[in-house]
C-alpha cells in the first residue's frame, strides 16, 4: 500500500509499501509519513537486545546468499537465511547500517546510490507495487481506467489494478525494465494477493497465480530474483518460482508456520513486525527458532530498526 513523505536523498518524494487486511488477509501496513533522517539500528543477535548506531556495529553474515545461475540469461543473487537486512522507505535514506541486504523502492533511490551500495559489497532489492496503482507514481498515467479498481482502504491514492489486463502487465514489465537498469539485485512486488481483496475485479487464485509466475519469469528473464509478498495462500504453488519471501506481521496474525517452506527450501524469509522494543521478548526468539530475518520496525519504515539477529 502507500505513503507519502518517502525516503530520500537529500530532497522528498514519495514512497509505497504495506499490505491491506481485507478479506481476513494478513495486514502488514508499511506506510506513514516520513522525513526521519539517519536513524537508530538495534541488533539483537539472539533474542534479547542491544543498540547500536548505524554504521557502528553490526549484522554482519559473511555470505548474504549464492550467486548461482538462474532461470534468465544470467546467473543471479539468491539470498539465504541468515542474511542481515534493512528495509526503509522513509526519512532521508542512511546507507551507514551494517547489513548485507537494503529493501528500498525503486523509485525512490537513485542508480547511484545504489551502485555505491554495489561498492560497499552490499545487495539491493527494490520495491514496487505490482497490485496496485498509486496516482504518484511516474509511470501513473499509462494505467488505462478500466484497470484501475476499488481504493485500498486506509491508502489514499491508490487502487487495486485488474491484474488480468495486457497494459498493467506491460507497464511491469517496464519497472523490472528499470529495476534491471538501476542493477536492483532482487525486486520485491506488493499487493500480489488481489484475488483476497475486495478490488471490484472477481479475480480467482488462478489469475493470481498466472500474474505472480508472469512477474517471476520477467525477473529471472532479467537477472533479478524476486521475492514473495505476503501471499501466504498460494505459497504451496508458489515456493519453486519466487526465490524467498518478504512479510509482514506473521507473527501478530499466527501465520508464520506458513513461511517455512521458504527455509526449507534454503530461501530467506525477510520478516517485519512493527513496533517498539517493548516487543523483542515476544518477537525474536520464536523468529529466530524459524531461521527468519526478523526486523521490529516503525510503521512508516524509517531508518530505526531492531534485528533480531
Known amino acids: 500500500m502507500a505513503c ?13 509499501s504495506g499490505n491491506d487486511p481485507g478479506a481476513g ?6 506506510g506513514g509519513n516520513g522525513g526521519i533522517g539517519g536513524g537508530s539500528s538495534t541488533n539483537n543477535p539472539g533474542g534479547g537486545g542491544s543498540t547500536n548506531t548505524p554504521g557502528t556495529g553490526g549484522d554482519t553474515n559473511p555470505d548474504p546468499g549464492s550467486t548461482d545461475p538462474g532461470s ?3 546467473d543471479r543473487w539468491r539470498p539465504a537465511p541468515g542474511t542481515s537486512w534493512q528495509i526503509q522507505y522513509t526519512g532521508t535514506f542512511d546507507p551507514s547500517v551494517d547489513v548485507q541486504v537494503f529493501d528500498i523502492d525503486l523509485f525512490d533511490i537513485s542508480a547511484q546510490t545504489i551502485t555505491d551500495l554495489h561498492a560497499k559489497g552490499k545487495k539491493v532489492i527494490c520495491y514496487f507495487s505490482a497490485g496496485s496503482y498509486e496516482n504518484w507514481r511516474p509511470d501513473q498515467a499509462q494505467f488505462p481506467a478500466a484497470a484501475l479498481g476499488k481504493n485500498l482502504d486506509g491508502w489514499p491514492g491508490e487502487k487495486w489494478l485488474d491484474i488480468r489486463d495486457t497494459k498493467v502487465r506491460t507497464i511491469m514489465k517496464a519497472r523490472l525494465d ?5 542493477r536492483c539485485d532482487a525486486v520485491d512486488p506488493d499487493n500480489v494477493d488481489g484475488y483476497r481483496q475486495n478490488s471490484n475485479f472477481n479475480l480467482t487464485a488462478a489469475d493470481q497465480l498466472s500474474y505472480n509466475r508472469f512477474l517471476a519469469t520477467e525477473a529471472h528473464a532479467r537477472g533479478m530474483s524476486i521475492l514473495l509478498k505476503n501471499d501466504l495462500d498460494q505459497i504451496g504453488d508458489l515456493i519453486a ?5 518478504v512479510n509482514e506481521q506473521c507473527m501478530e496474525y499466527d501465520e508464520c508456520d506458513t513461511l517455512t517452506p521458504f527455509i526449507s527450501a534454503n530461501k530467506a524469509v525477510f520478516h517485519i513486525e512493527y513496533g517498539s522494543s517493548s516487543k523483542v521478548n515476544a518477537v525474536c526468539p520464536p523468529s529466530n ?6 526486523l521490529i520496525k516503525n510503521l ?8 533480531c539477529r
Open 72 to 74: 534468465g540469461t544470467t
Open 289 to 294: 527458532a524459524l531461521n527468519f530475518d526478523t
Open 178 to 182: 528499470l529495476a534491471k537498469q538501476h
Open 300 to 307: 512508516d519504515l524509517d531508518a530505526t530498526r531492531i534485528s
Open 241 to 245: 518460482d519466487f526465490d524467498g519471501a
Open 4 to 16: 507519502s513523505g518517502a525516503s530520500s536523498e537529500g530532497g522528498s518524494s514519495s514512497s509505497s
Open 25 to 30: 488477509a494478513s495486514s502488514g501496513q508499511d
